[in-house]
């Protein structure tokens, strides 16, 4: 099993950042991309951001040039640096870790962002 603790979430103004970070830990074992999803209120969770161990990205193409995520490998961790947020960001961030040779998908508990003035 793996366990997923997010932070940095919280209520920033149009135009602000935020930071998010997830450790990982438990059974972690073998190749796996972590990441960052969201869910606004009344629709689909949706991807933002993935990287993989060795560092290539993903990304929305609505967060593209305003959002950059990172990882550290031996800490098992990802981050989420947000910049220019806008109010249609506002959701429930999720960090995700997917385990690539067992296709599973550990999620973390969420972190509301809000963005708005």
């Known amino acids: 099993q793996v366990q997923l603790v997010e932070s940095g979430g919280g209520l920033v103004q149009p135009g602000g950042s935020l930071r998010l970070s997830c450790a990982a830990s438990?059974?972690?074992?073998?190749?796996?991309?972590m990441g960052w999803y969201r869910q606004a209120s009344g629709k689909q969770r949706e991807l933002v951001a993935v990287?993989?161990?060795?560092?290539?990205?993903n990304y929305a193409d609505s967060v593209k040039g305003r959002f950059t995520i990172s990882r550290d490998n031996a800490k098992n961790t990802v981050s989420l640096q947000m910049n220019s947020l806008k109010p249609e960001d506002t959701a429930v961030y999720y960090c995700?870790?997917?385990?690539?040779?067992?296709?599973?998908?550990?999620w973390g508990q969420g972190t509301q962002v809000t963005v708005s003035s």
């Open positions: 995700n870790v997917h385990r690539l040779i067992t296709n599973t998908h550990y």
């Open positions: 438990g059974s972690i074992v073998g190749i796996y991309v």
């Open positions: 990287i993989t161990s060795g560092g290539d990205t």
